[in-house]
């Protein structure tokens, strides 16, 4: 039997490289999107996942995805790419625009010019930040695939567009075209503008006398955090669905940034983590999510999907890395 060939665009991103992994462990022959004419994470992935394809696209050039799609002729096409991060997406917002929600538009219309549009299944990374934190629906039991939208920066707009036109092209053309509504999911690959990977950093860094304090916007906000290493799983398992579908994958559990940071710091010993923490107001957003909570019982009844890390696990997981890399010793 020949193998299945996918591709992955956000390839260098944390849930790119989780996948790409996952992917070649199941005999998958992989490629991977790559932009920019000297993409500073190339190397590195080159490094760590020499088995994937790398071809030359963007989001935002359409002649190239097509080129992409040809080149990979894929059965499996994972949609992970986008300007991610909520606060660059308030700075950035036309250019999130571009890539966040139109390049997804650009994607799904190349892929119908290949002719191939009935055979390829397709992924849309779709986003808890679509909810916009406001639980007026389905209060205290953890948003589903039926709770209400309300996106609360340009990010989740562009989001939301790109969730309803991937959807709109699963009724308008028949294309498989699944949408996973992911919570926050972190990990030892997370970057480090991201709230878990910036504290996990900072605390091995104090560990190991490299800095003395970190600089943290709002700390009472409160997400629903898994592992990435889980997620990508559940992406994989949605195209491999008898139909396609939504489906929210979360942990069903929700935590405060002061809970992470007091589990991160007594992973290095540390009972208070105030002294060690400084809000600064250029970590805060013109409008923030305040809690974000999920029911993935949809995932789990149709999917099977379980989430295998919990909480505090991930909290360990990630000091312990960091602990690892940032060690001047090593
Ligand atoms: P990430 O680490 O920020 O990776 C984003 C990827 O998008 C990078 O590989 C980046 O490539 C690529 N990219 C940016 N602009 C592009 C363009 N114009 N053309 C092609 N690729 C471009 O994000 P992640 O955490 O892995 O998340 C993966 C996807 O899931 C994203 O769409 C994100 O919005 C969504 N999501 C994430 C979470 C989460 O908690 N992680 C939750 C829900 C949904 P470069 O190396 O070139 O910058
Ligand atoms: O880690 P964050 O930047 O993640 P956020 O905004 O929840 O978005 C992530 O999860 C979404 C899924 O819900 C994804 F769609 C999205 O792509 C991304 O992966 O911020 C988490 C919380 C926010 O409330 C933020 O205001 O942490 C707060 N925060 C406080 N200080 C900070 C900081 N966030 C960052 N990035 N940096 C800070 O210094």
Redesign the pocket.
Known sequence: MTSKRALITGITG?DGQHLSELLNEKGYEVFGLIRGQRNARREAFVAEFPFVHLVEADLTDPSSLLGALKTSDADEVYNLG?I????YSFRNPQLTADITAKGVLNLLEAIRQTGRAEEVRFYQ?S???MFGGLDYNRPGKGYNEMSLFHPR?P??VA?LYAHWIAKNYRESYGMFVACGI?????GER?GV??????ITDAVARIHHGLQDH??????W?K??WGYAGDYVRGMWQMLQHDEADDFVLATGETHS?EEFLTLAFEEIGVDDWRPYVQQ?P????PA???I?LGDPTKAETDLGWKRDVDFPGLVSRMVQHDLKVTDPNR
Do not use: C, W
């Open positions: 944390q986008a991610s991060h909520v606060g990374a986003t808890s930040e920066s990010y989740g989001k992911l919570f926050n999911h972190e997370r503008e991201f709230v878990t990977r910036k970190i600089e943290l916007g709002d700390l906000p997400r629903d940034i600064n250029e970590f805060m957003r923030e999510v305040d974000l």
